[in-house]
């Protein structure tokens, strides 16, 4: 149990006994650490209820309050009641967190499968920011969920059919060099793709080529099947090679081809069962009507008033599209790998998509938890959309690549002992961490703009300054002539910066499964952030080395544990931390 569901145990009970009748509520941090650790408005809430005064409520709930040798409890305000954590009680916490593999993190998703769709890039077309944030937020979730114990599936469902492979067939036909496919598959393919876009613009005749390729392709033409195949394959491989650099895993890439042999039952389906129908030689999906028309997302507002937003699943000309493909793609999931949730997360643009995917979804009697992990933009220093200089969409590979080049300057300048591999080394871990950071310490839906200078600051809300504050620790160990073994060292609790830096490490295990209630790795890069500037003050205020027993071992117990800590939340970050730097 953490100390946060301890107490809210013991305040059940005790509003259970006021009452008399069985009665729950929240307990949260404390806000202003001033007042207590933790607090609830409880008294508040309940008074409201029956109309009574919430002080004097509140005085009635301390007076029935079990606190003995955990907390103290007191009134403020309008009625809040606040706990304050006796120091034994933290300590008794910091041994039992120390012996804890898991660091005091609840198993909450135990039993629960949820396949996290993320990155999916479209084959031969760049990878933009968006699959950027996709990928990093995306990944973080997923080591968020499978270390809350949810079994977790990451899937990328890249899309590898559509309509511009009739371009890409044209283009591998015409324009491809093949030394730079072996070089740079992925570099080369939107090359192409480029290519052919500009002659199509040129001259309409290439178009139609395309299109009859496509038409081919989709037929099962064995040339244009093998070309795409080929495609498939060395976008892959390039994909994969940007994904080990990123220490990125999934467990499976279903991409949209997957499903290709679903589709066109799933609209007979949808036909038959009335869930769709035919319009212009369209097959679509429209409103039910069981929703009010602000919440239907079969319904928009136009001048004219509210009109029919259909979802397309099939074309006059007999083509399917990305909606057909998230149908069977959802009914793969739930029947086949047993999905609770599903989490997707793409960019705010696809809203409108996943409103009708989930709204039909559930009238074709797939139900499960669906969440639209949405994110905005990452903008320039000029607050527009981040582009290269050339003004093109900036790709994932050189955001990495000049990541890594600033921070091994950075390090050379600051330590220039490290040379060679390991430096090499380091900065990667600097570079990529810091990529990571800038955007997981970011509110998912606010628009950020990105600054290389902030992103590697030593200084700062960024993931040098946490890996180094992990490398400082350490540094502490390395000094010592025998290991150290926390786990026999007794702790003792006395100086105010002591007591904080336990307070936050107990917070681990409270923090982490927030995260997940509205998707927010932003909360655990500010836990680390905040654990890490505990972690400073106490350095600054409590010698660690230098003091006596048995408070040495205490403290050195104590920068172990945060050390620990600090790697495991930043690793579900999907940040990698340095022993030097
Ligand atoms: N390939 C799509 C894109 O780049 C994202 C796919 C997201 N996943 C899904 N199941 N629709 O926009």
């Not at 008794?92 to 609840?106: F, S, T, Y």
């Not at 369209?282 to 009109?307: M, N, R, Y």
């Not at 793409?346 to 979804?361: E, I, K, S, T």
């Not at 669906?370 to 200089?389: A, C, N, P, W, Y």
Request: hydrophobic letters at 45%.
């Amino acid at each position: 149990m953490t100390l946060l569901q301890e107490l809210e145990s013991r305040l059940a009970a005790a509003l259970t006994a006021t009452l008399g009748e069985p009665t729950t509520a929240a307990v949260t941090a404390a806000a202003d650490l001033r007042f207590g650790d933790y607090q609830s408005n409880a008294a508040m809430v309940l008074a409201k209820q029956q109309k009574t005064n919430p002080r004097a409520l509140a005085q009635q709930i301390i007076d029935h309050l079990e606190l003995t040798g955990l907390a103290t409890a007191d009134i403020a305000g309008p009625g809040f009641i606040n706990f304050r954590i006796l120091p034994e009680a933290y300590a008794a916490r910091a041994v039992a967190l120390i012996r804890d593999e898991r660091l005091g993190v609840p198993a909450t998703g135990a039993g629960k499968t949820v396949v996290v769709d993320f990155s999916a890039p479209n084959v031969a077309k760049p990878m933009h920011v968006g699959h950027i944030r996709s990928t990093i937020i995306g990944d973080s979730l997923a080591r968020i969920a499978r270390f809350l114990g949810f079994k977790v599936i990451a899937d990328n469902h890249i899309g590898d059919w559509g309509t511009q492979f009739g371009m890409i067939i044209y283009g591998w036909n015409h324009f491809l060099d093949e030394a730079a496919l072996a070089e740079n598959p992925i570099q080369e393919l939107v090359r192409v793709y480029r290519q052919v876009n500009a002659a199509t613009k040129e001259d309409p005749a290439v178009l139609e080529v395309c299109k009859a390729e496509l038409v081919k392709l989709q037929a099962g033409d064995p040339e244009n099947l093998a070309i795409w195949q080929k495609c498939i394959e060395v976008s892959k491989a390039g994909l994969q090679k940007i994904y080990d650099r990123l220490d990125v895993k999934f467990d499976f890439w279903h991409g949209e081809s997957y499903y290709n042999d679903k589709l066109a039952g799933i609209v007979e389906e949808f036909l038959e069962k009335g869930l769709a129908r035919e319009s212009n030689g369209a097959v679509c999906i429209f409103s039910d009507g069981t929703k009010p028309l602000e919440q239907d997302p079969f319904k928009v507002h136009k001048e004219e008033g509210w009109t029919d937003n259909p979802a397309l699943i099939r074309k006059a000309d007999g083509g399917f599209l990305y909606a057909t493909t998230d149908l069977a793609t959802i009914q793969f999931r739930i029947d086949e790998w047993k999905a609770d949730h599903i989490w997707y997360v793409v960019g705010v643009p696809q809203q409108l998509h996943f409103r009708q995917l989930f709204d039909a979804a559930a009238r074709w009697g797939k139900t499960g938890d669906f969440q639209h992990v949405e994110f905005g933009s990452i903008l320039g220093d000029d607050r527009k959309l981040m582009r290269t200089r050339t003004g093109e969409n900036v790709g994932l590979v050189e955001v990495l690549e000049e990541a890594v080049e600033r921070a091994a300057k950075a390090i050379a300048e600051k330590n220039p002992d490290l040379q060679g591999e390991e430096a090499a080394q380091i900065a990667e871990t600097v570079g990529i961490g810091a990529v990571k950071f800038a955007e997981l310490s970011q509110g998912r839906l606010t628009d950020y703009v990105f600054s290389w200078d902030r992103m590697l600051a030593l200084h700062g809300d960024t993931a040098p300054y946490l890996q180094n504050s992990y490398v400082r620790i350490r540094a502490i160990f390395r000094k010592l002539d025998a290991p150290f073994d926390a786990t026999t060292a007794e702790i003792h609790l006395n100086e105010p910066a002591e007591i904080h830096l336990v307070r936050l490490l107990v917070r681990f295990g409270e923090v982490l499964p927030t995260i997940l209630e509205d998707f927010r790795p932003n909360l655990l890069a500010n836990y680390v952030l905040e654990l890490a500037r505990a972690f400073h003050s106490f350095y600054e205020a409590c010698p660690v080395l230098k003091s006596d027993e048995p408070i040495r071992s205490s403290r050195l117990a104590l920068c172990e544990l945060t050390s620990r800590t600090l790697k495991q939340g930043l690793n579900l970050l999907g940040i990698d931390v340095p022993e030097r730097m």
